[in-house]
């Protein structure tokens, strides 16, 4: 599975974007799903999952402000992002966890595939 992460840029505050992550490979389906991001000089973190069965789980900095989605049909699973903060400036990452390993979906070393991340900056 290839992962190609886009939709990133400079926005300002209070600001929507949505990011995007297409995969290759007939088994996406199969994957659990997530955003990761790192922020500048900090380590990277868990911001978001989507199960296989479309159930989610949510970092505290972002509940009621980020929304995961998944389009099976198109390999594309997205991420909306409303009332954007500065602190929120960093590159994003999605990430394919075998989707039976739904209890590890915070741990970043139990995830098989990684896109090349895609930068989101956030002005004041």
């Known amino acids: 599975v290839q992962l190609q992460a886009s939709g990133g840029g400079l926005v300002q505050a209070g600001d929507s974007l949505r990011l995007s992550c297409a995969a290759s490979g007939r088994t996406f389906s199969t994957y659990a799903m997530s955003w990761f991001r790192q922020a500048p000089g900090k380590e990277r973190e868990f911001v978001v999952a989507?199960?296989?069965?479309?159930?989610?789980e949510h970092a505290d900095s972002v509940k009621g402000r980020f929304t995961i989605s998944r389009d099976n049909a198109k390999n594309t699973v997205y991420l909306q992002m409303r009332s954007l903060k500065p602190e929120d400036t960093a590159v994003y990452y999605c990430?394919?966890?075998?989707?039976?390993?739904?209890?590890?979906?915070?741990?970043?070393?139990?995830?098989?595939?990684w896109g090349q991340g895609t930068l989101v900056t956030v002005s004041s």
């Open positions: 990430a394919a966890l075998n989707g039976v390993y739904w209890s590890r979906r915070r741990t970043e070393a139990d995830y098989d595939y």
């Open positions: 989507i199960s296989r069965g479309g159930n989610t």
